[in-house]
């Protein structure tokens, strides 16, 4: 099992930065991929952003690319993602999610088998 806790979201104006964070417990040494996906209302969840746990391969979505970076740190079990040129379409809960398979894409939300709580990202125009 591994447990995910989100930290970081808010309130930022548009053309803010926040940095989000995703602490990883339990059995690390399982976890091959790592992601954030995001949802806003009346909207379904869609894919952010993803890193290869050892190699630190990402891949982002079009609509954050040049914007957002994904990032982690192995020695602290944390997966960052710098938001930059925040925009009101970011408004969103943004979840963190833990992946110990290869199946499906990296971009595909039934690769991920761990799931944190979430946390508000509101972007005020």
């Known amino acids: 099992q591994v447990q995910l806790v989100e930290s970081g979201g808010g309130l930022v104006q548009a053309g803010g930065s926040l940095r989000l964070s995703c602490a990883a417990s339990?059995?690390?040494?399982?976890?091959?991929?790592m992601a954030w996906f995001r949802q806003a209302p009346r909207k379904e969840r869609e894919f952010v952003a993803a890193?290869?746990?050892?190699?630190?391969?990402?891949h982002s979505a079009d609509s954050v690319t040049g914007r957002f970076t994904i990032s982690r740190d192995n020695a602290e079990n944390t997966m960052y993602l710098q938001m930059n040129s925040l925009k009101p379409e970011d408004t969103a809960v943004y979840y963190c999610?833990?992946?110990?398979?290869?199946?499906?894409?990296?971009?595909?939300?039934?690769?991920?088998?761990?799931w944190g709580q979430g946390t508000q990202v509101t972007v005020s125009s």
């Open positions: 890193i290869t746990w050892t190699g630190g391969i990402t």
């Open positions: 999610a833990a992946s110990d398979s290869a199946y499906y894409s990296i971009s595909y939300e039934l690769r991920y088998g761990y």
């Open positions: 339990g059995n690390i040494f399982s976890i091959t991929t």
